[in-house]
């Protein structure tokens, strides 16, 4: 197959860090424009410059997204790669050339951006994907370590896959979980590793597979490790990981155990607010309450969410706190001490319910023991 079809994009398309078709076009202070996964790696290694004009950027440089310019995009890749692909031959050939055990990593790293574009949208080509036994070959080139590039396409052709209920399953019984988690733990990029907590996350909806994923060797604690070392869209992704894996009650005694709570709290402190949502579950087990009244300063941590914080941030702080109160009569004092019983009375008239409902239970906790001023 001719590989002429990669370059139907326009450059102007293309990122000028990754040299890849840009999904989230923004514009650098500088006046250039960037896939924000590349820039944002970029920003994350320290990097303080243009990668072009390498001239001088500020300490938290804006990132505007580029709506004219994706919008562009999207319209330019909906005329051209749905046709191409609409013709079943064309994408029986791409299918052909991606589990050829003939074709080279070139060529499956052709078939796959290609396939990648169109299957995210496309289910029809994602049940082709599956019922061609492509599965099996996108895993391969998962494994490939020493093609990166091949590795990161491979990981979100996966994801793609992974949006129907029905592949869920079957990707973990055909071997998925392996293949991702060692991504996962010992990926080249920072991009392949967020990619597989993403997998999981998306594996995890199905009820079944978050026992299967959770058991699996190294899953749990090689998502508190990217907790631990990553960049931000690693530390991201692994918390939504954890909390979609921790709604399993078993999974928030093995994440417990593998250190989740001290990596929690440090990520909550320094800004991550998707790590509170992660700590409201694990409240919910006896192991987690117990490893969390250890830390002096958690409640202060949780008030600040309170304070500052989304409204899932608060929602998820006021969880936490009505779990380690009603267990705790030190995190109770405490709690009552720094004015947590007036800020639930405020919260009684918040626009978002959960909120509303988890601040009244708070009260009820302080007031059960005749704790409430």
Request: include cysteine; charged fraction near 25%; hydrophobic fraction near 40%.
């Amino acid at each position: 197959m001719s590989t002429t079809t990669t370059t139907i994009f326009p450059d102007d398309f293309k990122c000028p860090i990754s040299l890849e078709i840009m999904s989230d076009p923004v514009i650098l202070s500088s006046g250039h424009t960037f896939d924000r996964s590349s820039i944002q790696r970029w920003l994350d290694k320290g990097h303080r410059t243009c990668p072009i004009t390498k001239l001088p950027l500020s300490d938290n440089p804006s990132l505007i997204p580029n709506h004219a310019l994706r919008s562009l995009i999207s319209n330019y890749t909906a005329s051209n790669f749905p046709k191409s692909l609409q013709n079943r031959q064309d994408s029986e050939t791409l299918i052909s050339n991606l589990t050829s055990k003939k074709s080279s990593p070139e060529v499956k790293l052709v078939s796959i951006e290609q396939l990648c574009v169109v299957s995210k949208r496309d289910f029809e080509l994602r049940k082709r994907l599956t019922e061609s036994g492509a599965v099996a070959a996108v895993l391969n080139c998962v494994g490939m370590k020493d093609f990166v590039q091949l590795v990161e396409k491979a990981l979100k052709l996966l994801l793609n896959l992974s949006l129907d209920d029905d592949n869920k399953v079957g990707l973990v019984a055909e071997g998925a979980i392996s293949n991702v988690v060692d991504v996962l733990c010992n990926g080249e990029s920072a991009d392949c590793r967020a990619t597989a907590a993403t997998v999981l996350t998306s594996l995890a909806v199905v009820e079944v597979n978050k026992a299967t994923i959770g058991a699996y060797p190294f899953a749990i604690r090689g998502l508190i490790g990217l907790l631990r070392e990553g960049g931000g869209r690693e530390r991201k992704e692994a918390a939504t990981a954890l909390y979609a894996l921790c709604s399993f009650p078993d999974n928030r005694r093995r994440a417990v155990e593998c250190g989740a709570v001290e990596i929690l709290v440090n990520s909550l402190s320094s800004g991550l607010e998707r790590a509170v949502e992660v700590l409201g579950l694990l409240a919910k087990c006896k192991r987690g309450r117990e490893e969390m009244t250890r830390f002096n300063g958690l409640v202060k941590i949780l008030i600040h969410v309170m304070s500052s914080g989304t409204s899932r941030g608060v929602q998820y702080a006021l969880l936490t706190l009505n779990s380690l109160c009603s267990s705790s009569e030190t995190v109770c004092m405490e709690a009552l001490k720094e004015g947590v019983f007036e800020m639930c009375l405020r919260f009684l008239e918040d626009d978002n319910e959960k909120v509303r409902r988890n601040a009244s239970s708070l009260i009820k906790v302080f007031g059960g023991a005749g704790r409430n001023p």
